[in-house]
């Protein structure tokens, strides 16, 4: 049996009101994802998320517009084991360019609960928690 290292991702949320900013994947079907990606050797979950969305959208972001969320693990079919960890920003974010196209059709701010269906299971579960505290607050 081969034995794989864990994989952390780093992935962003952000809210502009009730909208959320999402990345549209590259394909047949309608898949959003948050921004973010894989940490690279010797990196922190926190320089993933600034570089990976330097690097996709052009944002630039620094540790202090970013709070930790949540981490959640994932068993790949191939039985890869995959941390998601999850921040919020605070950040105003404008200006905002897909600079992958590759990957990415285009980048917008979306109605979180629209988004949902179009994101994969940790993301849509991270969003929901997250919305799910506000909902809790107000009551």
């Not at 864990?6 to 959003?32: N, Q, T």
């Not at 969305?53 to 620094?62: D, F, N, P, R």
Request: glycine share 4%.
């Amino acid at each position: 049996m081969t034995k794989y290292k864990p994989i952390h991702k780093s992935r962003l949320i952000a809210f502009k009101e009730d909208r959320i900013l999402v990345l549209e994947k590259v394909g047949a079907r309608k898949k959003y994802t948050l921004a973010g990606g894989v940490q690279k050797k010797g990196e922190s979950d926190y320089k993933s998320l600034i570089r990976e969305t330097s690097e996709e959208i052009g944002v630039t972001l620094k540790k202090k517009h970013l709070t930790y969320f949540i981490s959640i693990k994932n068993v790949t079919k191939d039985k890869k084991i995959v941390f998601k960890h999850y921040f919020i920003t605070t950040k105003s974010i404008v200006n905002i360019e897909v600079l992958e196209p590759e990957k990415f059709k285009k980048a917008l701010w979306m109605p979180w609960y629209q988004a949902l269906e179009f994101l994969d299971k940790e993301d849509r579960s991270a969003v929901v928690l997250y919305c799910d505290q506000f909902r809790q607050e107000a009551n």
